[in-house]
């Protein structure tokens, strides 16, 4: 499956930023979706996942309860709502999938095989 992730930019502390994800696979309702993010000199961090059919969504505690993560299947699209921003969410942000009929969520990079070209979240303090 492709990715192309978009919707990144600058925004001030305390905005709001909405990323996007669009797939190209013909069966999206068979990939776990998940953001990852990267900041200079750090390790690809997790973010969000979402599950196939969207009925179940995971977050890295740094995010939870600022950020959501939601899909559209009959776009082929997985967004990140992005609020209260802070300067630390500064980082390129890549989605990446899995493909697999049994859901179980996955934070670590090495369980991906397909991953967008990333987007730059630059948040101003």
């Known amino acids: 499956v492709q990715l192309q992730a978009s919707g990144g930019g600058l925004v001030q502390a305390g905005g709001s930023l909405g990323l996007s994800c669009a797939a190209s696979?013909?069966?999206?309702?068979?990939?776990?979706i998940s953001w990852f993010r990267q900041a200079p000199g750090e390790d690809r961090a997790f973010v969000a996942t979402?599950?196939?059919?969207?009925?179940?969504?995971y977050y890295a505690d740094s995010v939870k309860g600022r950020f959501t993560i939601s899909r559209d299947n009959a776009k082929n699209t997985v967004y990140l709502q992005m609020n209260s921003l802070k300067p630390e969410d500064t980082a390129v942000y890549y989605c990446?999938?899995?493909?697999?009929?049994?859901?179980?969520?996955?934070?670590?990079?090495?369980?991906?095989?397909?991953w967008g070209q990333g987007t730059q979240v630059t948040v101003s303090s």
């Open positions: 990446a999938a899995k493909v697999g009929q049994l859901f179980r969520p996955a934070y670590s990079p090495k369980q991906y095989n397909s």
């Open positions: 696979a013909r069966t999206f309702v068979l990939y776990t």
């Open positions: 979402i599950s196939g059919n969207g009925d179940r969504q």
